[in-house]
């Protein structure tokens, strides 16, 4: 088979001028309806993009129950970031000049847009290998967006989560000169690792309310708390105190998304609130060649030798980690959780999980102990 029959059997994975166009027409006009709300999916994208032109990187995290829109809605903030970017050709002279993502196209009189750079294969990854993954974020260009999709059930396999916190928190302290944005679609926000979400996450993402009847999604936007003396930059246990408070009048199976917007622009970090459309109905072709590349990719399986080997590494932690514990525990009894968080820097549900998994093999051993004794035979005479 030739290399231009090859070509024409992969799949598509980019976008047209025309479909980038019609997309933002479709977006404007979705808010135009709603009055033109100053927060929006368009000022999200120009906001993260000036960050990125000011010598920044940017980490986000998305969240949301199954079938909210999250994927939905990291596609369409990163297909605008990127909706004046890619090749120009002047038309009084031909010249053809490539542009980074920005938040104004060139001037439409004097030049023509000839492409989008914007590819799922690029710009997205699925279970990718840590090394591949990070490929991928190298070989694209400043200020471009790079979206890690939890793909599938697989996201749990071979504790690639773990692996991917591991290398992104060695990438932003080596990789940020680049400035691009991570978008990361992590739905529980409390599977991070303490040093990820507390260092690395500027903005999370939660969407709150889906109306697939008139097609549009919900999302409220929290962000990191710069005061750099506080613990928990995100106020985590404090706002589930104060969400529990402002709704404790109403019944869980009662709370609308009126109740949980209302009590969310209360707490600690809310930014703002917007509503997003449906890319499946105002971008139908740009969609589908999400889902493709997102089904063709999703289930794909990891180097078992690889894993492996992290699996051993991560075996040996655990024991000295365990090991540690049980020492400190005899020789320091009044030690406490947060005391042995502080000295090893490991994130207290981490180390309760150690600690019961000890407390689960401690209490087997007894078991074990006890009906060895009572299956034992006693000697004669006693």
Known sequence: M?????????PKTTITVEEMNSLVEEVKEFYKERGNPNVNAFWLANMMLRRLRNDKDFYC?????????????????ALLMCRYSGTWRNKLNGKIVKTYPRTTPLDPKEWEQLTVNFDFNANMSFLDKTEELKKKY????????????????????????????QMLVRMSQTERYQNKAFFI??????????????????????????????KFASCIISMKDVNRWISDPWHMEENARSFESLLKRIPIASRSAYHILKA????????????????????????????????????????????????????????????LMYWVIQQHPEFKMGDFTKLTGIGDSTLRKLKRENLLIEDEKLKQARTTALLTPKPQGQ
Request: aromatic content about 12%.
């Open 185 to 214: 679609c992590f739905p529980n926000f409390k599977e991070l690792t303490t040093t990820f979400r507390n260092d690395r996450i500027k903005m999370r993402l939660y969407i709150y309310n889906r109306n697939m009847g008139k």
């Open 264 to 323: 969310e622009k209360k707490l600690k970090g809310y930014a703002g609130n917007f509503e997003f459309p449906s890319l499946k109905h105002i971008a139908p072709r740009i969609w589908k060649i999400y889902m493709k590349f997102k089904i063709e990719n999703a289930t794909k399986e990891q180097d078992n030798g690889e894993d492996e080997k992290d699996s051993r590494k991560i075996m040996k932690w655990k024991y000295a980690v365990k090991q």
């Open 2 to 10: 030739n290399i231009s029959a090859k070509r024409y059997l992969l």
């Open 61 to 77: 995290n998305i969240e949301g129950e199954t079938g909210s829109g999250k994927s939905n809605l990291i596609l369409l903030i």
């Open 138 to 165: 190298n070989d694209l260009d400043r200020y471009m967006p790079f979206i890690i999709d939890e793909g599938s059930k697989n996201l749990h396999k071979y504790g690639w989560q773990n692996k991917l916190q």
